[in-house]
Nanobody, 125 residues
Framework: QLVLVESGGGLVQPGGSLRLSCKVS????????IGWFRQAPGKERLGVSC????????NYPDSVKGRFTVSRDNAKNMAYLQMNNLKPDDSAVYYC??????????????????YGQGTQVTVSS
């Protein structure tokens, strides 16, 4: 059973930065694509980034492109989401997610099987 634990959330002022971390246990991360999602109160969960098994390909929606950067360290079973120039609309609970994925894939998925418990990000002055 794969277990994902997020950390690094908190309160930040508009324009500030946060780095979220995702610790994965229960299997080697080499076999999994990683996604990051967020959900604000009363809204649906939305994907904000994904990354292939080797980190060779990433993808972002327009709402965060140029501000968010996803990365991973398979040797440490860790994934990260660097968030810069944060805006109040970025406030949400952020989740990391994983699913088995071909290491030969040239794109990352937006549907996942395993999710962490989430970490709150609040952007406010």
């Amino acid at each position: 059973q794969l277990v994902l634990v997020e950390s690094g959330g908190g309160l930040v002022q508009p324009g500030g930065s946060l780095r979220l971390s995702c610790k994965v246990s229960g299997d080697t991360l080499d076999d999994y694509a990683i996604g990051w999602f967020r959900q604000a109160p009363g809204k649906e969960r939305l994907g904000v980034s994904c990354i292939t098994n080797t980190g060779s390909m990433t993808n972002y929606p327009d709402s965060v492109k140029g501000r968010f950067t996803v990365s991973r360290d398979n040797a440490k079973n860790m994934a990260y989401l660097q968030m810069n120039n944060l805006k109040p609309d970025d406030s949400a609970v952020y989740y990391c997610a994983a699913r088995t994925w071909s290491p030969l894939a040239t794109s990352c998925p937006w549907e996942y099987h395993y999710y962490g418990q989430g970490t709150q990000v609040t952007v406010s002055s």
